[in-house]
Nanobody, 121 residues
């Protein structure tokens, strides 16, 4: 059993910053790729940023130059530093991780419960 818990969301004005954190815990054998997705009301969930186990990153075009994804493997944690926030960044942000558990030794995709980010104009 693996759990992902996000934190750091909140309400900020346009141009402000937030730092999201996501901690994985449970019967973890290894954590592979991790990422952040977001979903606004009435829209599909979309990838915001991803990071591989080797540290390679990728970003949605809409956040390039403003957001930075990073990870701390010792803490099984992934972060998303969000700068120069815009109202269109408003959404629920979800953490995702590909995890191999100690019990099954099979890779499975896990999701957190989400954290709300609201950017006012």
């Amino acid at each position: 059993q693996v759990q992902l818990v996000e934190s750091g969301g909140g309400l900020v004005q346009a141009g402000g910053s937030l730092r999201l954190s996501c901690v994985a815990s449970g019967s973890i054998f290894s954590v592979n790729a991790m990422g952040w997705y977001r979903q606004a009301p009435g829209k599909q969930r979309e990838l915001v940023a991803g990071i591989t186990s080797g540290g390679t990153t990728n970003y949605a075009d809409s956040v390039k130059g403003r957001f930075t994804i990073s990870r701390d493997n010792a803490k099984n944690t992934v972060y998303l530093q969000m700068n120069s926030l815009k109202p269109e960044d408003t959404a629920v942000y979800y953490c995702n991780a590909a995890v191999v558990t100690t019990t099954t030794r099979v890779k499975y995709n896990y999701w957190g419960q989400g954290t709300q980010v609201t950017v006012s104009s």
